[in-house]
């Protein structure tokens, strides 16, 4: 089956960095979307940065745009995501996701079958 391994959350002072991991496993499509997703306390979950798997497309939501990045390591079957500049607004539950049919809404939660458990990263100003 589809794992998903999150790691790398934390606690850091506004204008900090973190760098989130997702290992993945169980794979058995030659090509996935993947995506970090963020839910805060009261909040609906929101999608924060996606690509595929098989391609170097990226797509990133508005309020997370400049500050971070999303990458993969292939050799690795491991997801990162890249937080710089981080605000108190950025606290939240940060979620791992994949699905191999995902072709529209690629920050849309509804479209992804597999999720890890989640990281908690928490910004205090």
């Known amino acids: 089956q589809v794992q998903l391994v999150e790691s790398g959350g934390g606690s850091v002072q506004a204008g900090g960095s973190l760098r989130l991991s997702c290992a993945a496993s169980?794979?058995?499509?030659?090509?996935?979307?993947m995506g970090w997703f963020r839910q805060a306390p009261g909040k609906e979950r929101e999608g924060i940065a996606a690509?595929?798997?098989?391609?170097?497309?990226?797509y990133y939501a508005d309020s997370v745009k400049g500050r971070f990045t999303i990458s993969l390591d292939k050799a690795k079957n491991t997801l990162y995501l890249q937080m710089n500049d981080l605000k108190p607004e950025d606290t939240a539950v940060y979620y791992c996701?994949?699905?191999?049919?995902?072709?529209?809404?690629?920050?849309?939660?509804?479209?992804?079958?597999?999720w890890g458990q989640g990281t908690q990263v928490s910004v205090s100003s």
């Open positions: 996701a994949a699905d191999p049919w995902v072709v529209r809404g690629v920050l849309s939660p509804s479209e992804f079958n597999y």
């Open positions: 690509m595929f798997t098989s391609g170097d497309r990226t």
């Open positions: 169980g794979f058995y499509y030659s090509s996935y979307c």
